[in-house]
Nanobody
Framework: QVQLVESGGGLVQAGGSLRLSCAAS????????MAWFRQAPGKEREFVAA????????SYANSVKGRFTISRDNAKNTVYLQMNSLKPEDTAVYYC?????????????????WGQGTQVTVSA
């Protein structure tokens, strides 16, 4: 079992930045591919970014590529999402997820563990 707790969300103006953190407990996060997803009201949960177990490989949704950066510190059992140049359409609840497989996958159904989410609101 892995417990995930997100933090760092909040209200920010368009063009601003936020850094989300996902702290893991229970098992070492280095055993998992880690990812961020987001869900806006009335929409399905969508993939944002993923990072391999080692941290050497990353994957991003086209909508955030060049603006968001996913990273991990396995020694601290923590994953981060640095979000720059935020847009109102980035407003959503952001979720951290862990997958015990080897691949960075984009389907939320394939992830084993989830955090409770943190709200990000970007004002125009």
């Amino acid at each position: 079992q892995v417990q995930l707790v997100e933090s760092g969300g909040g209200l920010v103006q368009a063009g601003g930045s936020l850094r989300l953190s996902c702290a893991a407990s229970g098992r070492t996060v280095s055993n998992y591919v880690m990812a961020w997803f987001r869900q806006a009201p009335g929409k399905e949960r969508e993939f944002v970014a993923a990072i391999s177990r080692s941290g050497l490989s990353t994957s991003y949704a086209n909508s955030v590529k060049g603006r968001f950066t996913i990273s991990r510190d396995n020694a601290k059992n923590t994953v981060y999402l640095q979000m720059n140049s935020l847009k109102p359409e980035d407003t959503a609840v952001y979720y951290c997820a862990a997958d015990g497989g080897q691949l960075m996958r984009e389907s939320p159904r394939l992830y084993d563990y989830w955090g409770q989410g943190t709200q990000v609101t970007v004002s125009a």
